[in-house]
């Protein structure tokens, strides 16, 4: 199952993903840094952008940091691969 390293960044006007060109993924969330808040949203944009359910994303680490690991369960490397490519910049 692919992982997804990104840096997450709460208080944003909209929910948003962006690839830079080194690789670096980061992810504007509408959703305060509080009560968990900030990692429902990302949780539920992530499978909402990759197209899978919210049981099958697992925060792997970063709880209450900015850098974070995502499990993502159902989607194959490339399919992983593809979605990021359409948010390259």
């Known amino acids: 199952m692919p992982v997804l390293h990104l840096k997450a960044r709460p208080n944003a006007r909209h ?3 962006a690839v830079a060109a ?9 959703a305060p840094p509080q009560d968990g808040k ?4 990302l949780l539920a944009y992530l499978a909402e952008v990759f197209g899978v359910s919210k049981s099958s ?3 792997l680490s970063g709880h209450t940091a900015p850098f974070k690991k995502v499990e993502i369960g159902g989607l194959s490397e490339e ?11």
Do not use: K, P, Y
């Open 15 to 17: 929910n948003q993903l």
């Open 57 to 59: 994303l697992t925060l």
């Open 38 to 41: 900030a990692n429902a949203c």
């Open 79 to 89: 399919e992983f691969r593809a979605v990021l490519g359409r948010f390259s910049n």
């Open 22 to 30: 080194d690789g670096t993924v980061t992810v504007r969330l509408h």
